[in-house]
């Protein structure tokens, strides 16, 4: 004798290998879980230290990450805290990257008064754009676009290792200048 299939919530089979247990995101971006999300993004902040700043930029990548997703797509709160996870530590990798480059030139955008921020980033631009073209390119994808080393790998066709080194070449360059 046959089973009718027993139907999940959106009309899902749940008789299919592995039992569907998400929501689509559509319902994920809906008003009622939106709350949710921000506190998942807090949460998250909190444990992987990004600046309270940076919350409402987790929150808002979170959200265009569901959205990427599809409305159709299944999704649970583990994959939602999975992909806030790997957001927050590339928010966190994006800010070391900000940071060795103003080290390089050697100003801190931390421990001038804001009255001094314009300044110090003028300088770093300035330095940035005596070097090179071919190394003023690599540190504007790099350190202001914000492009890994393997987004870098992909567009230049280079191998990582030499990836690295421009890298290094560029931030010595800076160092070089600025003392």
């Known amino acids: 004798m046959l089973q009718q299939p027993r139907l999940r919530e959106g009309g899902l089979d749940t008789r ?3 039992v569907t247990t998400g929501r689509p995101v559509g319902i994920w971006l809906g008003p009622g879980f939106l709350p949710y999300l921000r506190k998942v993004a807090r949460r998250v902040a909190y444990t992987y230290h990004v600046s309270d700043a940076d919350v409402p930029d987790l929150h808002q990548e979170l959200c265009l990450a569901l959205w990427k997703a599809g409305p159709d797509r299944i999704v649970n709160a583990t994959w939602i805290f999975h992909t806030a996870n790997h957001l927050a530590i590339e928010i966190t990798r994006r ?3 900000s940071d060795r480059l103003s080290a390089a030139v050697g100003t801190t955008l931390e421990n001038i008064p804001s009255s001094g921020r314009c300044e110090a980033a ?3 631009h300035a330095h940035v754009r005596a070097l090179p073209p071919r190394l003023r390119r ?3 994808l790099r350190f202001e676009e914000g492009y890994t080393q393997r987004e870098l790998m992909q567009t230049t066709n280079l191998t990582r290792g030499t990836v ?3 890298e290094k070449k560029c931030l010595r360059r800076l160092a070089g200048r600025a003392r």
């Open 138 to 140: 690599f540190c504007e």
């Open 95 to 97: 800010a070391r990257r």
């Open 16 to 18: 299919r290998e592995g």
């Open 164 to 166: 690295r080194e421009i």
């Open 122 to 124: 003028l300088l770093v």
